[in-house]
């Protein structure tokens, strides 16, 4: 299984980011896929996830409102559409992939792929 996330970045508060993730060798549209953030010093934590097929979609408190996830099945590729975005939003931001039951979306352990993460960094 290879997750690649990319189009991380430097932004200034307010400004709106598009994370992509390409996923390969993984049962894609069975799969539950997941955005994470690390921030410097700080655990890695649960920002989005989309669930087999289309859906449905969860989100951390911070993200609800300002980020959207969303997957293209015959692509195999998941999106973090970030707006109006906040210092506190800066970290790494991982991509993640597995195939979970409803109540292990939001937790991280219950991932079993990774990508290499993609630097998000927002000025005030």
């Known amino acids: 299984v290879q997750l690649q996330a990319s189009g991380g970045g430097l932004v200034q508060a307010g400004a709106s980011l598009r994370l992509s993730c390409a996923a390969s060798?993984?049962?894609?549209?069975?799969?539950?896929m997941g955005w994470f953030r690390q921030a410097p010093g700080k655990e890695r934590e649960f920002v989005a996830a989309?669930?087999?097929?289309?859906?449905?979609?969860y989100y951390s408190d911070s993200a609800k409102g300002r980020f959207t996830i969303s997957k293209d099945n015959a692509k195999t590729m998941v999106y973090l559409q970030m707006n109006s975005l906040k210092p506190e939003d800066s970290g790494v931001y991982f991509c993640?992939?597995?195939?979970?039951?409803?109540?292990?979306?939001?937790?991280?352990?219950?991932?079993?792929?990774w990508g290499q993460g993609t630097q998000v960094t927002v000025s005030s």
């Open positions: 989309i669930r087999r097929g289309g859906g449905p979609t």
């Open positions: 993640a992939a597995g195939n979970l039951i409803t109540s292990q979306t939001k937790n991280r352990d219950a991932y079993t792929s």
């Open positions: 060798g993984v049962s894609f549209y069975s799969a539950t």
